[in-house]
């Protein structure tokens, strides 16, 4: 009886000690960020020179009913990280031009602080609906999620090009996520931004 | 069919008044084929069971429980799927549950130093974590294992001894995942009845 007892506890102790230092995972929030690019393979960028992109950052709420307004990130918020887009994008070779001046392609950039999001409105239509009336709308990749997330949504679409269903397509779509802290952490966005365009070599423009 | 009755009968009578052997071991592993590929770092979080009846001096037949996870923190790094590329750092999990009938040869029981060598034969359970930004991946099976072993047992005194062991586990490829195997070193205590 005694033999059996000490085998049990024995094994008990070493178990609970083992299961007692799982492994933790990550520490820090930004040990949790993360980037995700796409493109369309038989897309020429080399062959292209343009673009043209908003000046605001549209922010995606996913309840936006066809007539609302759309609302905007701050500008004071908004600037640095368009402008840390520029600067990617004229790293790879791409001159900004304004919409009006017949651009190769659109950088449709938006964000969302959400768990889940669902949606097909049409962000930016406000800004080239003017110029390309005939457009459908660019669709942004969904995610779900069961913290309280901040993604910033890169697009660039090809006002020459629509799917069979009108839409246009996504001619590359980047996406920088990341659990909200609260503070705009400027060094945070714009790493992740930085390595949406270096893991997208392909954007090399001549 | 009846030979094999025969022996499992003759087994299970004999080890009813057999002694018996229970070592309780810490266990570290080291991953091998796509294991080892998937995690490079040793695991230092495992334990194992076994059980033994001595069914003959020298021939033990039992049973063996076990786990252990295997971990890594991979550093920050791009992956491309296709036209698809995802940068984060990437924290892998790896656990195994292996369950097993057992049986051990002791090439000299009475003596202080008494070395063994035996084969298993039973399942594995092997679960999978890829947990990368705030999504996860998760990928399970039952494997079909094949476990060989060796070890030494040091006779400290009739009812306690100390072992070290060897094994080899080698879960055949099922469910979401390739053969899943590695070697395992344990240092234990063995009880006796």
């Given at each position: 009886m005694r033999y059996k007892l000490t085998a049990i506890v024995a094994a008990f102790s070493v178990s609970t000690l083992l299961l007692g230092c799982y492994p933790d995972g990550p520490e820090y929030t930004e040990d949790l960020d993360l980037v995700l690019t796409n493109y369309e393979?038989?897309?020429?960028?080399?062959?292209k020179g343009t673009y043209a992109r908003p000046d605001k950052i549209v922010k995606i709420t996913g309840n936006l009913a066809g007539d609302d307004d759309p609302t905007y990130i701050p500008d004071k918020v908004a600037t640095p990280i368009l402008a840390q887009m520029d600067k990617n994008m004229a790293a790879l070779g791409w001159a900004k031009v304004d919409v009006s001046a017949d651009p190769d392609l659109l950088l449709t950039p938006a964000s969302w602080e959400t768990t889940t999001i669902y949606y097909y409105y049409d962000y930016w239509y406000w800004w080239y609906g003017g110029y390309y009336p005939y457009w459908g709308y660019p669709s942004y990749p969904t995610y779900a999620s069961s913290y309280s997330t901040g993604t910033l949504l890169m697009n660039l679409v090809d006002p020459a090009v629509t799917g069979a269903n009108g839409n246009l397509i996504n001619q590359w779509s980047g996406a920088v996520n990341g659990i909200l802290t609260g503070a705009y952490d400027a060094a945070r966005i714009n790493k992740g931004i930085d390595q949406a365009f270096t893991q997208s070599p392909y954007l090399k423009t001549n | 069919m009846k030979k094999i009755l025969f022996i499992l009968f003759t087994v299970v009578v004999s080890s009813a008044f057999a002694q018996s052997l229970t070592n309780v071991q810490y266990t570290m592993g080291f991953g091998s084929g796509d294991l080892g590929d998937f995690i490079s770092k040793p695991s230092f979080r495992g334990f194992t069971v076994d059980f033994r009846k001595l069914v003959q001096p020298n021939v033990g037949v039992g049973f063996e429980l076990g786990w252990n996870t295997f971990y890594e923190a991979k550093s920050y790094d791009t992956y491309t799927v296709g036209t698809l590329s995802y940068s984060g750092k990437q924290y892998r999990y790896n656990n195994q549950f292996p369950a097993l009938f057992a049986a051990d040869y002791y090439f000299q029981p009475e003596e202080k130093i008494s070395p063994f060598a035996g084969l298993g034969l039973g399942t594995m359970y092997s679960i999978r974590y890829t947990d990368m930004g705030q999504y996860t991946l998760k990928q399970d099976a039952w494997h079909f294992l094949l476990r060989p072993e060796a070890g030494i047992i040091f006779n400290a005194n009739p009812n306690l001894s100390f072992a070290v062991t060897g094994k080899y586990y080698y879960g055949f490829a099922a469910g979401d995942l390739d053969a899943q195997s590695y070697f395992a070193l344990s240092f234990g205590f063995v009880f006796k009845n």
């Open positions: 393979q038989s897309y020429d960028f080399k062959a | -």
